[in-house]
């Protein structure tokens, strides 16, 4: 069998007020001795708030854990290195976030590229950050000021998840590709694991290499809890008083035949200091038209209502048009549910 290449591409925008997301350790800019700044980066001369992508996975990883039900592989910390188990036949987050194995003192060492790969999540339009004084004052003598720095904003992230590699495990001799231990291995041959043709790597003989490939149930079910964990995601700094919800208010997921990811500039800013966040509907049509021919299936958008409502109109536009792929515009949650139901299908 010669396994297809599909992704699943993923855009969502958050909507958040007053939080401090990701903070970025002590600040140097406040007079306060105890102010604590956030993450923000500049790009043409504006500032933009974000959270790095490794808290964002951060944050996944614990709604699979708590809501979905996933037992981590542990993590064994050996002096100044730390590293999972390595074993994506038993953990799934081994499987769909990859990992890196280098014991001391051992020679093998086993490494997987994450088949799920984000961006950061970042401010749609510049923000200033406002910085807020607050006071320990439960105690005698003298009140401890401390300071933060708080928030408002529409954020946008991307992601993918590669299907094809789901499950789906190669032991070349190659950084990134040795993803099984000898015992691993064994046990994959031993268990009656498929083994499929590599349609990219190929032996000294022109050969296909062989993947070792779980049953397609498990790759089933860690694809779609991997997507359905956007629906109760949480997470993010200072939640005691600065709670935020981070789960989607808008999201767009297609499955793709290739590793591009089309959506990054649909939504853009505009005003004096590029302050307002704008849908850009144009743009969404083009990259639906220039890309048509690498989208599989239908093309999920899922919108909360109260959000955006000024585009409502315009996405349904969407289902009507001949000239695009085809386009379902739902809830959040059922354009997930639905797609994720479309998504098992495709995975062989």
Same mark, same amino acid.
């Given at each position: 069998m010669i396994m297809k290449n599909i992704k699943t591409q993923g855009f969502i925008l958050l909507d958040v007020d007053v939080v401090a997301l990701n903070n970025?350790?002590?600040?140097?800019? @406040?007079?306060?001795?105890?102010?604590?700044?956030?993450?923000?980066?500049?790009?043409?001369?504006? @500032?933009y708030v974000y959270v790095s992508g490794q808290a964002w996975r951060y944050w996944w990883r614990e709604a699979l854990q708590k809501n979905v039900g996933w037992v981590m592989s542990p993590i064994t910390n050996d002096g100044k290195i730390a590293y999972t188990n390595a074993d994506p036949f038993t953990y799934p987050d081994d499987d769909?976030? %990859?990992?890196?194995?280098?014991?001391?003192?051992?020679?093998?060492?086993?490494?997987?590229?994450?088949?799920?790969?984000?961006?950061?999540i970042i401010s749609a339009a510049s923000v200033r950050p406002e910085e807020n004084f607050s006071s320990m004052t439960r105690h005698e003598g003298?009140?401890?000021?401390?300071?933060?720095?708080?928030?408002?904003?529409?954020?946008?992230?991307?992601?993918?998840?590669?299907?094809?590699?789901? %499950?789906?495990?190669?032991?070349?001799?190659?950084?990134?590709?040795?993803n099984l231990s000898k015992t691993l291995l064994e046990e994959a041959e031993k268990s009656g694991a498929e083994k499929i043709d590599d349609p990219f790597i190929f032996d000294s003989k022109g050969s296909h290499k062989k993947l070792i490939r779980l049953d397609k149930t498990i790759r089933q079910k860690r694809a779609t809890?991997?997507?359905?964990?956007?629906?109760?995601? @949480?997470? %993010?700094a200072m939640q005691a008083n600065n709670m935020g919800d981070v789960t989607p208010k808008f999201?767009?997921?297609?499955?793709?035949?290739?590793?591009?990811?089309?959506f990054s500039h649909i939504i853009s800013n505009k005003g004096q200091f590029d302050e307002e966040v704008v849908f850009n509907f144009d743009g969404l049509i083009e990259v639906l038209k220039d890309y048509k021919d690498t989208f599989d299936g239908v093309?999920?958008?899922?919108r909360r209502s109260g959000f955006m409502d000024e585009i409502a109109n315009n996405l349904k536009m969407l289902e009507t048009m001949a000239d695009i792929p085809a386009v379902k515009v739902l809830s959040v949650n059922e354009a997930i549910d639905e797609y994720c139901e479309q998504m098992k299908s495709q995975i062989e």
């Amino acid at each position: 069998m010669i396994m297809k290449n599909i992704k699943t591409q993923g855009f969502i925008l958050l909507d958040v007020d007053v939080v401090a997301l990701n903070n970025a350790g002590k600040t140097t800019s @406040s007079n306060n001795e105890n102010a604590v700044a956030t993450k923000t980066i500049r790009k043409n001369g504006r @500032s933009y708030v974000y959270v790095s992508g490794q808290a964002w996975r951060y944050w996944w990883r614990e709604a699979l854990q708590k809501n979905v039900g996933w037992v981590m592989s542990p993590i064994t910390n050996d002096g100044k290195i730390a590293y999972t188990n390595a074993d994506p036949f038993t953990y799934p987050d081994d499987d769909i976030f %990859g990992y890196m194995k280098a014991p001391k003192g051992s020679k093998e060492t086993v490494t997987r590229v994450s088949p799920l790969k984000n961006s950061a999540i970042i401010s749609a339009a510049s923000v200033r950050p406002e910085e807020n004084f607050s006071s320990m004052t439960r105690h005698e003598g003298n009140p401890v000021p401390f300071g933060k720095q708080e928030y408002s904003a529409i954020m946008k992230g991307m992601f993918s998840l590669d299907l094809s590699m789901v %499950g789906t495990f190669s032991d070349y001799d190659r950084t990134g590709f040795k993803n099984l231990s000898k015992t691993l291995l064994e046990e994959a041959e031993k268990s009656g694991a498929e083994k499929i043709d590599d349609p990219f790597i190929f032996d000294s003989k022109g050969s296909h290499k062989k993947l070792i490939r779980l049953d397609k149930t498990i790759r089933q079910k860690r694809a779609t809890d991997a997507i359905k964990a956007l629906k109760t995601i @949480s997470g %993010g700094a200072m939640q005691a008083n600065n709670m935020g919800d981070v789960t989607p208010k808008f999201i767009i997921l297609v499955t793709t035949t290739t590793g591009n990811h089309p959506f990054s500039h649909i939504i853009s800013n505009k005003g004096q200091f590029d302050e307002e966040v704008v849908f850009n509907f144009d743009g969404l049509i083009e990259v639906l038209k220039d890309y048509k021919d690498t989208f599989d299936g239908v093309l999920f958008i899922g919108r909360r209502s109260g959000f955006m409502d000024e585009i409502a109109n315009n996405l349904k536009m969407l289902e009507t048009m001949a000239d695009i792929p085809a386009v379902k515009v739902l809830s959040v949650n059922e354009a997930i549910d639905e797609y994720c139901e479309q998504m098992k299908s495709q995975i062989e």
